[in-house]
């Protein structure tokens, strides 16, 4: 488990290391969510290999979600997370 502090340090962790899965908060400094999620993508076209990512957001507003799909996320939580909800959609994507 490694924690990034902002979407450009998340990027660049992504860029070091290989991981199972993402967890992305949307609203983060320097680099939201959205945009380092779409950059990881392209990144991935070069790998062949896709990373699940998980949005999570405290937006629960009407086309956050399809915004969220739209920059290639695999799925998306609202805040509060219900770990159950949490343990389902990782168990689904993994």
């Not at 979407?7 to 992504?14: N, Q, S, T, V």
Request: proline share 4%; with cysteine; hydrophobic share 50%.
């Amino acid at each position: 488990l490694e924690i990034a502090r902002n979407g450009k340090e998340a990027l660049d962790m992504f860029g070091t290391a290989r991981y199972d899965m993402i967890l992305m908060d949307v609203q983060m400094p320097v680099m939201n969510g959205l945009v380092a999620a779409e950059k990881i993508r392209n990144l991935e076209m070069s790998t062949q290999v896709h990373i699940p990512i998980i949005a999570i957001t405290a937006n629960a507003m009407l086309g956050d979600r399809e915004q969220c799909l739209a920059v290639g996320m695999d799925d998306y939580i609202s805040k509060p997370i219900e770990p159950e909800v949490l343990i389902e959609k990782i168990t689904a994507l993994i």
